[in-house]
């Protein structure tokens, strides 16, 4: 695959794109670390505010050997725009995303053994722990079954996560996908979601959970989003 290159870009595109190389290499770190992935499987990426960019993970690079110029960008279809490596396999699908929600800045998918786990019985996580309600809003929810290749996961992933607010989804069959303002937000969401599918798997090992009411969470939701931190 050959790269358009970046000509006609200005200065503050290529400095930004030197800066999400270096923020995307780093996280990359984060998915090993929480053992969210295994060999090369998986990735992250993160979107330009100056230019119709992303950068994204090479495919077929072991964590180890990944750096900031090893990470390539793409435009919003998809295409390879810089980089001396194929794009991540989930390219189109993260563009996808890009295209269609305009407030995601950061998309990352692993297949993180417990959430995955979810996604194979293709049942959401129920929102059964305060922390669920603080970060996700509700249940994860389930996307539908679609093949690697082309957009149909990144249209997955749109159609669910438009009516939920849950920055997580678990596709069928497949594994998670997580979204947020940038790169690092999506990367918290996928360690969270991991988190969340062990403990409510665990605890289905002991009977069924108890339900957080809808008041409840949205009370949590508020809070947590709206006033914790800020």
Same mark, same amino acid.
Request: charged share 20%.
């Given at each position: ?11 503050e595109v #290529? ?20 053992? $969210? ?10 979107? $330009? ?9 090479? @495919?077929?690079?072991?964590?180890? *050997? #990944? ?7 793409? =435009? ?5 725009? =810089? ?28 297949? @993180? ?21 603080? *970060? ?14 082309? =957009? @149909?996961?990144?249209?997955? +992933? ?10 997580a989804? #678990? ?7 997580t ?26 090992? #002991?009977?069924?959970?108890?339900? +957080? ?18």
């Open positions: 695959m050959s790269a358009a290159g970046l000509d006609g870009h200005g200065p #290529l400095a930004e794109i030197a800066e999400v190389r270096e923020t995307v290499a780093r996280l990359h770190a984060e998915l090993p670390r929480w053992e $969210l992935v295994v060999w090369t499987a998986g990735n992250v990426s993160q979107r $330009l505010r100056t230019a119709d960019l992303f950068v994204i993970k090479p @495919s077929g690079v072991t964590y180890d *050997e #990944l750096t900031p110029e090893s990470m390539v960008v793409c =435009d919003l279809d998809g295409n390879l725009v =810089d980089g001396t490596r194929s794009p991540s396999s989930d390219t189109a699908a993260h563009a996808y995303v890009y295209r269609h929600m305009a407030h995601v800045g950061g998309v990352v998918h692993t297949h @993180s053994t417990y959430a995955t786990a979810w996604a194979a019985r293709a049942e959401p996580v129920p929102c059964v722990l305060t922390m669920m309600a603080d *970060e996700f809003g509700g249940d994860i929810p389930v996307g539908p079954f679609a093949l690697i290749g082309d =957009d @149909s996961i990144g249209q997955g +992933i749109v159609e669910t996560l438009s009516t939920s607010r849950s920055p989804v #678990l596709m069928r069959n497949h594994g998670p996908f979204i947020g303002k940038d790169a690092k937000a999506a990367v918290k969401a996928a360690v969270m979601v991991e988190e969340v599918a062990r403990t409510v798997h665990i605890s289905r090992q #002991l009977g069924e959970p108890t339900r +957080i009411s809808q008041e409840h969470v949205d009370s949590l939701y508020d809070r947590y989003q709206n006033v914790y931190g800020r």
